[in-house]
């Protein structure tokens, strides 16, 4: 069966007529922010404090995006006749953004959970140049990171969350014992320094007067 000449014309004009009477869905960025979903891949945010220089992220990045400069410095013993330490410090930590493709492999195999994921995606530059970012401005996006995700109700407690918790529990309990007054004495006892404050208000008696009493008794008896 042919075609109605001009029925493709009217459903062209059905569907614009529906979509007219239909409010417009269009955000006016940037006046208006976008609401992006929670694991949206934006930015990598660097938490520069778990960062050991492991060169991890860098060797497993598949576009060599990662620049990473560090040098070693020598820590003194802390105990006598202990040896000195060594640890890596790092002095650049840079991400070539017109280079990564966002594939994550980098935050994925970072051992520390040095790297996160930042929604944040304003970082647009006019010279290519400029989209290499170092660590201070990774360091920015870091707190544009958001929480993680609530745990299900019937999940296991963490053990790092369950240990702290229990150190924290003995510490309190040990302090409410030291806090606590000592228990009172139960009723009719007296403790050995009430016995002595006692005997030391007691006046004391002469040693012929407590004699006199103890031989009196007999000399009765005798008359």
Sequence with gaps: MAPIPG??????????????T??????????TQPALPPRTRG???????NCT????????CPDWCIYIDSHKETIPATTPGGRERSRNVLDRFAIDFSLCMYCGICIEVCPFDALFWSPEFEYAETDIRDLTHERDKLREWMWTVPAPPALDPGAEEPKELAAARKTAEKLAAAQAAEAA????PPAGTESH???QARAAESPARPAGESQQQTDRPRQEGGE
């Design 181 to 184: 007054p000592p228990p009172a």
């Design 22 to 31: 239909k409010k417009p869905v269009t955000d006016q960025y940037p006046d």
């Design 193 to 195: 320094a009430d016995e």
């Design 53 to 60: 220089v492991c060169m991890l992220c860098a060797r497993e």
């Design 7 to 20: 029925s493709g014309l009217a459903k062209g004009l059905a569907v614009t007529l529906r979509t007219m």
């Design 43 to 49: 930015v990598i945010g660097l938490f520069e404090e």
